[in-house]
């Protein structure tokens, strides 16, 4: 009895920094935001609770649903393309080609760069008056005058996700090369032998077998690019006229340039909805994938 | 007319010569196994064949047709690997199908082929499994469907029941000399395994360092090899091999001083070994206790009783490790001096070089 009782306090003597770590910086804000959420809280001193007035207030007027289908419509074209691409990059890595390591290398600065520099880099790019993409395309004619591609709802959107994506394609893709890596050369060559050209063998063999790393790299990316925030706030601000205004933009709009706290805190606790419930899915399908691979 | 031949064939990878000229005929129907010790090409050489290495220099003909160039699909071969290379998310059917889909062939031709292989393979039962939940041998035995169903004209089998416990391997090498029956396709097979080579094989292919170190049939190989390498090869236990050197060689004799073990008579006719350092070659399995026509007296270290068999291990005074296996339960104790003899006809003879003279 006594040495199960010490082993328990053993334990947690053990767990203890960690337990407190993650109180402090995960456990208190949390609680902390749901409480402030069904407050007034404001740069007033002091606050008053108001029950479900904030919630009521964000889902009965206003855009917040606008704000949450063009949350997922942005999160959705980002993610996809990302794994497409990324997909298409492990595939050219993987190729053997002479200076394939060289290859592998050129494709990590959007990841190692400071991400700061790589989006106010693609500001540049995106500029219409000085901007290199609208240059280009004036210089080989395909467009008649300069295009502030920030400047516009729908090119501000599109510029967004490209931006997104260049950021995000390198992990997908090392990580699928990776996932590409481990399958038995065996099981290529036993197709080559029976007749399988690339492409078949790309279909048939190389993608159901990577379907593991697709399922657990597609959540992960939709959970971080749910949330992303510097790429959006240094191109558009949310702008031009909301049109590139995410959940994360929104909240923090409302919580730090409107300063309602309150509200903000609202605002943030519907997102933290939906990242837990990505957060679900994304470990079932780890654990369902691991019980799959047991068998 | 011969299905597969090699012609000088070479392969380097780099600066390193790991096929150095194999020239090989093997006849249709054939059962054909490339042996030897881990390193000396015989995968290489397979590979070769399958198409899956390209050839450094030389020639693979295939039904008369030089195929250096052609991917394997178009060389009517087909390959089973070691590790079976099954697909993990594909159905046993599916996988035995694969080569069929591959083809394009229309499904009732897919079923009549996959149904037929699977029950020449008695996989039945299992066609709706996943390769994950067979077990070793039917593993085995879904590759070896894949390969049967493209209706080669050479299968060729790469170290096939190596990931297979020894009880399941004799089994499947059973099944393996019937399905050579039934289906009489020419056969190439790969082993490091002598015992595979011996059972299985119309003629084996020893194989040391990239090159050709003999060809014949087992018994062949076993009776007269050609060299010091494949008479320590093949036989288990290993041939003994004991030093002397040519005391005489006439033409009809060579004496050949033993050192302590004394001299020995053999009936050679060849004079050129007069003079040189020789090694002398008695299988343990032709050895008898306490007769002989040459008797050597030694005494075991080691000895193994195997019901059937006793062995014996010794180290003559030359410092050679000496095996003798005896039938039955002689009367042979550890440390205790033992009279061995052997008969000068099933004495092996090799010159200087390690070749065999005759």
Redesign the interface.
Known sequence: MTSTRSATLFALALLAPALLYILTIVAYPLVDTIILSFTNASLRPGYDFIGWANYERIFGAGNFTEVIIRTFVWTFFSVSLKMIIGMLGAVLLNAAIPGQALFRILTMPPWIVPMAIGIFMWGWMYNGQFGMISGLLQNFGITDGPIAWLAYGETAFWATIITDVWIGVPMVTIYFLAAMQSI?R??H????????GRF?RFR??TV??M?PAIITMSLLSLIATFNSFDIIWILTQGGPSGSTTTMIIDTYKTAMGSRRYGEGAARAVVISLFVTAFCIVYFRAVRKLQQGEA? | MSQLSLKRLEKSFNEARIIKGIDLDVSEGEFVVFVGPSGCGKSTLLRMIAGLEDVSAGEIEIGGNIVNDLPPVQRGIAMVFQSYALYPHMSVYENIAFPLRVEKLPQAEVDNRVQAAAKVLQLESRLQHRPGQLSGGQRQRVAIGRAIVRQPKIFLFDEPLSNLDAALRSEMRIELMELHKRLGSTMIYVTHDQIEAMTMADKIVVLNAGEIAQIGSPLELYHKPDNLFVAGFIGSPKMNFINGRVRAANGTTVTVDLGKLGTIELPRSSTEVAGQDVTIGIRPEHLTLGSGEFIIETTPNIVEHLGIHTIGYATLPGGENFIGLFEGNPDLEDGKPMKVGFDIAQTHLFDARGLAVY
Do not use: H
């Not at chain 1, 060559?189 to 399988?196: H, I, K, N, S």
């Open positions: 038995p065996d099981l060559e036993a197709a080559w032998t029976d007749g399988a078949y048939r063999i159901p077998l379907v068998k």
